[in-house]
T-cell receptor
Framework: AQKITQTQPGMFVQEKEAVTLDCTYDTSDPSYGLFWYKQPSSGEMIFLIYQGSYDQQNATEGRYSLNFQKARKSANLVISASQLGDSAMYFCATNMNTGFQKLVFGTGTRLLVSP | DGGITQSPKYLFRKEGQNVTLSCEQNLNHDAMYWYRQDPGQGLRLIYYSQIVNDFQKGDIAEGYSVSREKKESFPLTVTSAQKNPTAFYLC?????????????????FGDGTRLSIL
């Protein structure tokens, strides 16, 4: 069974500062992917960044980077230079090692960016 | 532009009524998925389909039904057997993971349908 844990129900950050959103996972599969999604108040899920279990380097996408620590089973999202538009729910998810992408989601972290 | 279209944006269901949520994609993705999201929670998988004319139950399939007659379309019916249907429903699609690589493709989501009970 897989499990995704996001222990921070809410986070506050000031504009232009960096913030780290925590995610730990528990899977017995040797091959898996970790995904981060952003959900604004409008509801759509926006894909941000992906990390594969076999990737040697931490993933980066613009202001988003993933602090992947495989031994600790953590995949924290780092947002640099926060913007007001970053205020949203953020979900960490992982997939099973199968031919399809069944995603298991955490409960999410609500990020509020203040001016 | 390529994407996923869900309709309607808001839907109301009367007691004992079946309602159908539409999901159409023009991304040429083989796999499609339906998720349910309750307030303050993550997404839970209802049904998924890897290919046309084939679909499997997810974690919370009871009270729901789907069909996959076309690659582009994956409608979800919320039946009267679903006693607590009020939720936000999200449809997603993806290319299937290839067997010779550890690459994982992200799922792309529609804008969702909010279903409420009258």
């Amino acid at each position: 069974a897989q499990k995704i844990t996001q222990t921070q129900p809410g986070m506050f950050v000031q504009e232009k500062e960096a913030v780290t959103l925590d995610c730990t996972y528990d899977t017995s599969d040797p091959s898996y992917g970790l995904f981060w999604y952003k959900q604004p108040s409008s509801g759509e899920m926006i894909f941000l960044i992906y990390q594969g279990s076999y990737d040697q380097q931490n993933a980066t996408e613009g202001r988003y980077s993933l602090n992947f620590q495989k031994a600790r089973k953590s995949a924290n999202l780092v947002i640099s230079a926060s913007q007001l538009g970053d205020s949203a729910m953020y979900f960490c998810a992982t997939n099973m090692n199968t031919g399809f992408q069944k995603l298991v989601f955490g409960t999410g972290t609500r990020l509020l960016v203040s001016p | 532009d390529g994407g996923i279209t869900q309709s309607p944006k808001y839907l109301f269901r009367k007691e004992g009524q079946n309602v159908t949520l539409s999901c159409e994609q023009n991304l040429n993705h083989d796999a499609m998925y339906w998720y349910r999201q309750d307030p303050g929670q993550g997404l839970r998988l209802i049904y998924y389909s890897q290919i046309v004319n084939d679909f499997q139950k997810g974690d919370i399939a009871e009270g729901y039904s789907v069909s996959r007659e076309k690659k582009e379309s994956f409608p979800l019916t919320v039946t009267s057997a679903q006693k607590n249907p009020t939720a936000f429903y999200l449809c997603a699609s993806s290319t299937p993971r290839t067997s010779n690589t550890h690459s994982n493709q992200p799922q792309h989501f529609g804008d969702g349908t909010r279903l409420s009970i009258l």
